[in-house]
Structure formats: structure tokens, C-alpha cells
């Protein structure tokens, strides 16, 4: 377990040994990949790792980027990547739990591999220009609970068959407002919403939800 102080600290990291990144809190310790034409967080044939607590901005190709590995992503920002904000190859078990995934130049989530075990939960993916998910192999995936809302391409687009599970989710104005552009390749699953999720003031960077918000029950 790293403990990682608050600061700003510019640099691309290639990880290939287990570990725990903790950093102390989103809103203070930040990695700024700006400066390297490649991931700013790589993670490359490791058993069991995580990175929470992270404002991770900018960056080539992805923000985080795993390859045949176990690796948990929680509590982060991920920001401003030129490429997708989270991008899962080759045969990886992901949790992406309890993340904004904002303004990236490509799809916000994206599974181009083999996933052995994948869950997508309780996540703000909004304001990516590709889709907000986008799935290429569905098998062993669920979608929970996650707010997908304003991204220029599809909310969810699936690739694959089967589909992966979907529910309790909010996806809402996605592919520059579209009645169609929600779901392409899956259904919306039980218990999910469309509607305006209400954040604090996404133009500024708040995706906290107001108090009035109909998706209060969907992160949880």
C-alpha cells in the first residue's frame, strides 16, 4: 500500500507490480500526465492492484489504461484525457467503482478485451466527446447504478454478445441530445431513469448532484 501525499505531481506511471495507490482525496492529490505521449496511469500484467483517491488529468490514449490485470478504480477524477478516460484490454478484471469520468476527448469507459470479471458501478460518466461506455466484449460485465448522461456519442454501446447486465442506471441526453442515443446494442435494464440529473454546475466541473436530483437512489 502506497500512501501518496496531496500535491501535484506531473508524471506517467507504468505499473507492473501489485499495489495500492492511495492518494488523499480527488480534490488535492493529482497526476498531471500532460507532458508524455502515453497513458498517465498504466497498469500491465499484475495479479490484484487499486488507485483511489486521485484527480487524474490529462494524458494520451487514456487516462487509466489496464492490460491482463485485476485492478480496482475507485474514487477518482478522471479528466481531460486526450483519448478514453478508462480503457480495459487483453483479459483484465476490472471494478471501476465511484468515479467521475468527465470531459475526456474519447468514450469515457471503454472494454476492447477479454474481461474475466468486470463491474461498472455507481460512476458520473458525463461530457466525454465518444460514448459514455462502450463495450467491445460484454461476457462477465455489469453496468450498475452509474449516471451517463451528456457525452456526445452513445450513452452505453455495446460491441458484443452477450450483452452485459445493465440496470439502475440514469443515461440521459447522450449523442448531442438524441431521442436514439441512449443505447445502441442493449436495453436500459430494471429499474433506470432518463432524466436530467441536475449537477451542481457541470459547466465548472461539479457533477455533485443537487438536493433535488431524481437520481439520489442511483449512486449509492
Known sequence: RVQVAAGRYTENLL?????????AGAD?????GSTA?????QFNDMIQGSIEGFYI?????AGVRIE???VTVQSNIVSDVNGWGIEVVSGSQ???ISNWIVRNAWDGVTILGGVGQGRIANNIIASNRGDGIRVFVGR???????????????????????SPLLRDND?????????NGNYLGCVAGAGSLSVDPLFVDAANGDYRLKAESLCSGIIQ
Open 171 to 179: 443515461v440521459w441526453y447522450n449523442l448531442s441530445g438524441s431521442g
Open 68 to 70: 491482463n490485470s485485476g
Open 28 to 32: 488535492q492529490t493529482i497526476i498531471d
Open 57 to 61: 488529468l490529462s494524458g494520451n490514449g
Open 140 to 162: 462477465n460485465l455489469a453496468i450498475t447504478n452509474s449516471i451517463i448522461v451528456l457525452n456526445s456519442g452513445y450513452g452505453v454501446a455495446v460491441d458484443a454478445s452477450p
Open 37 to 41: 505521449m502515453s497513458p498517465t496511469v
Open 15 to 23: 505499473i507492473g507490480k501489485d499495489v495500492t495507490l492511495v492518494g
Open 94 to 96: 476490472v471494478a471501476i
